[in-house]
């Protein structure tokens, strides 16, 4: 098993911000995953992030929307760029394809 | 492209009952399939995985089938407690642990 601690939980932002979500794991993974659930819709995966390589974004994200940092085997961050009103989700982190962080509840004014 | 349905979208039932959750996906070529709870400010419980091998899984009061080669899995929930209220997601396992979610059924359990 493994367990994710996440951060911020939650946060209400400006628009045109960005917002940088932590994701730390308690062992080391090689892929970590990023997901966004859209207000009363399933999950979407975002991007596969690799230590060590670029990550591999799904189609409709892009990098400049989201940049993912991977420095190490457990931790990575995704930034929610030049926020609007669209980006209000919650955005989530998971490992091994079935562990998951809290989430952070982002809402953008 | 993969897609997961669920149904019902949701679901009020009283205290005792025994429900069943469904899910249908389109793409048989997975490699497992996972049930998940989602509370509200609390991300999400894996529940049961089942290998693509496998015809079923069991934990508790909690019995999810898989079959493959029709595209479809259910979530068999024994004597339903109000603290199984949540919303049960189910995911197909692809390639690389990359899921493919569905949009969930929301379970109400009144007491």
């Known amino acids: 098993s493994a367990v994710i601690s996440q951060k911020p939980s939650r946060d209400i932002c400006q628009r045109g911000t960005s917002l940088t979500i932590q994701c730390q794991v308690d062992s080391q993974v090689t892929m970590m995953f990023w997901y966004r659930q859209q207000p009363g819709q399933s999950l979407t995966l975002i991007a596969t992030a690799n230590q060590g390589s670029e990550a591999t974004y799904e189609s409709g994200f892009v990098i400049d929307k989201f940049p993912i940092s991977r420095p190490n085997l457990t931790f990575s961050t995704l930034t929610v760029s030049n926020m609007s009103p669209e980006d209000s989700s919650i955005y989530l982190c998971?490992?091994?394809?079935?562990?998951f962080g809290q989430g952070t509840r982002l809402t953008v004014v | 492209k993969q897609e997961v349905t669920q149904i019902p979208a949701a679901l009020s039932v009283p205290e005792g009952e025994n429900l069943v959750l469904n899910c249908s996906f389109t793409?048989?070529?997975?490699?497992?399939l996972q049930w998940f709870r989602q509370d509200p400010g609390k991300g999400l419980t894996s529940l049961l995985l089942i290998q693509s091998s496998q015809r079923e899984q069991t934990s508790g009061r909690l019995n999810a089938s898989l079959d493959k080669s029709s595209g479809r899995s259910t979530l068999y929930i024994a004597a339903s407690q109000p603290g199984d209220s949540a919303t049960y997601l189910c995911?197909?396992?692809?390639?690389?642990?990359?899921?493919?979610f569905g949009a969930g059924t929301i379970l109400r359990v009144k007491s």
């Open positions: 995911a197909v396992v692809e390639y690389g642990n990359k899921l493919v």
């Open positions: 998971s490992v091994a394809g079935a562990f």
């Open positions: 793409d048989s070529a997975i490699y497992n």
